[in-house]
Structures are given as C-alpha cells and as structure tokens.
C-alpha cells in the first residue's frame, strides 16, 4: 500500500529531532512491503482533501508557533473534515498545542488552534523538562519519551489522555495526564523523537495510517530488539527522576 503522509509545516516546527518520527515510518512501512509518500505542507500550502492518510506535526519555539498558527487556522476546515473522515494524526508538542483551541505564551499572547482535540494550553513560568515514562492502558503499553514545555495543556472533562504519567510532568505536572487522543487524532509532548523507542506506537501510527488508506492492518512483527533497549534506557531514566511533578 502506498501510505500518504501530509507533513505540516516541516521547516517551521522540527525542533528535537521530531522529524526523525517520519524516518521511523518510512523504514517501518518498507520493512512490512508498504510505501509512504510524505508531501509537505507549508505556509499557504492548500491541504490535499481526502488524499492524506496520516497528518504530521512537530513541536517548534513559541516563536516558530507564532509564524505559523494564523496559517494553521486557514487550514482548519480541511484538517477538521480529515479528521472526521477518519484520517491519522500524530502532533507532537508545540504542534500538540495548536491541534487545541488556542497556546497562550509566558508573554500572554494568545495564538488561536484549531480546536481539534478538546484542550486549551496555557504557558507557566518553570519549563517542564526531563524524561518521561506513561502508562498507555488502552494499548497495555508504557510510552517512554523527552519532554521540554512550558505549556500547560489541560484537557476537557471527558477527553482521553494519551497516557498516564508514571514518572514526569506530563500535560501540566498536576493531572497525571499526558497527550490526548481523539478518534484517529494522537497529540503528546514526548519528544526524542517519539517513534524510534516506542515501535509498538509507531506500528500503531501505521495501522491507523492503512485502515484509512483501506488495507491490511495487520503488521507482521518486526524484532525490535534496538528499539525495546532504547524504550528501557529511556524508562529507566525516567524512573530515576522518581514519581510525577
Ligand atoms: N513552545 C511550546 C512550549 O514551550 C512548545 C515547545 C515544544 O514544542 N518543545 O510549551
């Protein structure tokens, strides 16, 4: 199957290796036979209706936000009726916070989202760093990952959290939540990038990626080996810096 990835605002939000995340896909893809065709999407780039399978979007300064959420907004029908069609996101930190209704930074300007997840961000004083460690129960997985934020994204009553924090800050370093999910829609603050130590998520991306592409879902297992050692470094040093903020 060839899989179609819209990356959103590649040269804008990119910070942290996220990028790496597409790589992890790519390989993941061709390992099991399947192709993924990444077209960026930029600054006053239209949005292809019904043509992409899995949205991309990294994390980025408030300064890279700022640039880019105006032209987000302009894009919001579109990403909002891909959503509703079924298509996969992953956002990832200052793109998590754009998929919400609006990022307000430590200066208190306000960049509006477009309210696709239900949750707004508020930024604090003390940025929230260091290794994180969830437990995603509605996979019985752990997510291991880098957080570094001053956002504090609260989620509405009711929304499902991508995990919960076994170790780290998380949303806001009150909640013991962390990311949110909705639909086919993932948005987490977890960089490293995300993917690499955390294959069964990736594959999880794919599989979400292929059912709206109408395949197979089925993934044959890959070994992993690399990937599970990466995954426990990484929990490890989270366990390390002891229980949630
Ligand atoms: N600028 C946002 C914040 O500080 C997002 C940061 C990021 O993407 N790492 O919360």
């Known amino acids: 199957m060839r ?15 996220d990028r790496g995340n597409i790589a992890v896909l790519a390989e993941r893809a061709r390992l099991r036979g399947h192709e993924l065709d990444v077209h960026a999407i930029g600054m006053r780039d239209p949005v292809p209706a019904g043509e992409i399978d899995l949205f991309y979007v990294g994390g980025g300064q ?8 105006h032209d987000l907004v302009e894009k919001e029908k579109p990403l909002r009726d891909a959503a509703e069609e079924g298509a996969a996101f992953l956002a990832v930190c200052g793109g998590y916070q754009l998929l919400g209704r609006f990022y307000r930074d430590v200066a208190g300007d306000e960049l509006p989202g477009i309210g696709l997840l239900p949750l707004h961000t508020v ?7 260091g290794d994180v460690l969830l437990d995603c129960d509605w996979a019985g997985q752990t997510m291991a990952g880098f957080e570094n934020h001053a956002g504090r994204t609260i989620l509405d009553e009711g929304a499902a959290p991508l995990g919960r924090v076994i170790s780290g800050f998380g949303n ?13 829609v993932y948005g987490t603050y977890l960089h490293g990038p ?25 993934l044959a297992p890959l070994p992993d080996e690399l990937e599970r050692a990466a995954h426990e470094v990484s929990a490890q040093r989270a366990r390390a810096r002891g229980g949630k903020h």
């Open 3 to 17: 899989i179609r990835v819209g990356h959103l605002y590649p040269d804008y939000l990119n910070i942290y290796a």
């Open 194 to 218: 995300l993917l690499p130590r955390n294959p069964w998520f990736a594959d999880h991306m794919l599989a979400e990626a292929l059912a709206h592409a109408g395949g197979p879902t089925e």
């Open 62 to 69: 408030d300064r890279e936000q700022a640039l880019v959420a």
């Open 123 to 129: 930024a604090g004083q003390r940025r929230m760093i």
């Open 172 to 184: 806001n370093g009150a909640s013991g939540a962390e990311g949110c999910r909705w639909k086919r």
